[in-house]
Every structure is written in structure tokens, then in C-alpha cells.
């Protein structure tokens, strides 16, 4: 089965400086990639997604990379602000089956 | 906007009860998911359900049942609850296989504590 592994699981930035998480998968055929913040009391919200036939998104100050060749796709967010404050959980998907995700990131923005 | 509910965000039950965690859906979803969520862990997979009166195990379904009597309600169930069951519980909804490529949506979970 598909295995999903993310690193950090935690990062601690200054507010105005840039994010990244990382991720890698094991199943080739996986062909979707969401992201999921959950904030503090509440459950994972999608925050922005790719698919495998496309290389970069972006979304304002978030943007996600996949490298299908590698087998990895990563989060980045520029100009932190504390409200980025969540923990984020990557996921890999083939279809309609069920999505594997990673164990999480904790992200702290310091003002 | 599409929406998941739990219906309680708190619970404290005693060792051995029964206990029954609801979840609802708005969005006509055929699929259904309970998560356990644990520091370090991540998202568990407990059971899914691809449709009403259908459920698959997941990763974690020792201890666990479920029903899902209607397209809109997936319930989890706690046979006996134990301590070892004190967790963050999630439930989500996604869309068939009709629908490649489509995120999950989450309910904002239940925090279920066992004494």
C-alpha cells in the first residue's frame, strides 16, 4: 500500500519569514495531493491540492511542488503571519480510493 | 458550503460503556470515514463506508464497529470503551468513485475521554 512520510513534524518560524513541508510517497500510481490545516479545535480543512499532471499551484501565499519523478510534493508558504499557526497534514490519493496521509506538521509563527 | 457535524465535541465516559460517536453530512457524499487522531500519529483510519449499509476496516477497527443506516449518517461505535480509546475522534465525508481526484471534508471532531 501507499505510504506517506513528512518532515518536519515540527517548524518554528519568525512571522514575515517562509514555510516549507515536505513530503514523500511510495505508489506511482497515486495521482492527487491535498493539504489539509487543522487548526486548534477544529478538524483538517483542505487548504490547496495537485494533480500529478501538474508540477506547481499557487494560491496567494501558498504553494504546492510535486515531483512525480522523485515521488515527493511540498507546501510553501511565504510571509507567515501567526494565523498560519496549524498543524498540516499532506495526503496521497490514487483516484477515488482512500487518501494516505502523512503524520502532520506543527507550524508555529512567532510574531 | 458543505458541511460534516459531530454531534458532540466533548465526551467522558467510564471503562466497559457503550459509546456511540454520531456524525451527519449535508453533501449527499457515498463515502465515510472515522479517523483517530493522536499526537505523533497523525490520521488513523478506523472503518470507511462506501455506501449505506456497506463498511470496510481500516488500519485501527480492533475495538470499534460501526453503522451507517443512511447516505447522510456514519456512526462509530465503542463496544466496551477502554482507557486506551481516550483520542480525538474524526469523522469525514468524500465523494464516490465517480469522482476522481476529490479531498475529504471533515467534521471538527470529538474529543472522547475514557476514566
Known amino acids: 500500500g501507499e505510504n506517506v512520510e513528512q518532515h518536519p513534524s515540527t517548524l518554528s518560524v519568525q512571522e514575515g519569514d517562509s514555510a516549507v513541508i515536505k513530503c514523500t510517497y511510495s505508489d506511482s500510481a497515486s495521482n492527487y495531493f491535498p493539504w489539509y490545516k487543522q487548526e486548534l479545535g477544529k478538524g483538517p480543512q483542505l487548504i490547496i491540492d495537485i494533480r500529478s499532471n501538474v508540477g506547481e499551484k499557487k494560491d496567494q501565499r501558498i504553494a504546492v511542488t510535486l515531483n512525480k519523478t522523485a515521488k515527493h510534493f511540498s507546501l510553501h508558504i511565504t510571509e507567515t503571519q501567526p494565523e498560519d499557526s496549524a498543524v498540516y497534514f499532506c495526503?496521497?490519493?490514487?483516484?477515488?480510493?482512500?487518501?494516505?496521509f502523512g503524520r502532520g506538521t506543527s507550524l508555529i509563527v512567532h510574531p | 458550503d458543505v458541511k460534516v457535524t459531530q454531534s458532540s465535541r466533548y465526551l467522558v465516559k467510564r471503562t466497559g460503556e457503550k459509546v456511540f460517536l454520531e456524525c451527519v453530512q449535508d453533501?449527499?457524499?457515498?463515502?465515510m470515514f472515522w479517523y483517530r487522531q493522536d499526537p505523533g500519529l497523525g490520521l488513523r483510519l478506523i472503518y470507511f463506508?462506501?455506501?449505506?449499509?456497506?463498511?470496510e476496516k481500516g488500519d485501527i477497527p480492533e475495538g470499534y464497529s460501526v453503522s451507517r443506516e443512511k447516505k447522510e449518517r456514519f456512526s462509530l461505535i465503542l463496544e466496551s470503551a477502554s482507557t486506551n480509546q481516550t483520542s480525538m475522534y474524526l469523522c469525514a465525508g468524500g465523494s464516490g468513485a465517480g469522482s476522481y481526484n476529490s479531498p475529504l471534508h471533515f467534521g471538527n471532531g470529538t474529543r472522547l475521554t475514557v476514566t
Open positions: 463506508s462506501y455506501d449505506v449499509k456497506m463498511k
Open positions: 453533501m449527499d457524499h457515498e463515502n
Open positions: 495526503a496521497a490519493q490514487r483516484g477515488s480510493y482512500i487518501p494516505t
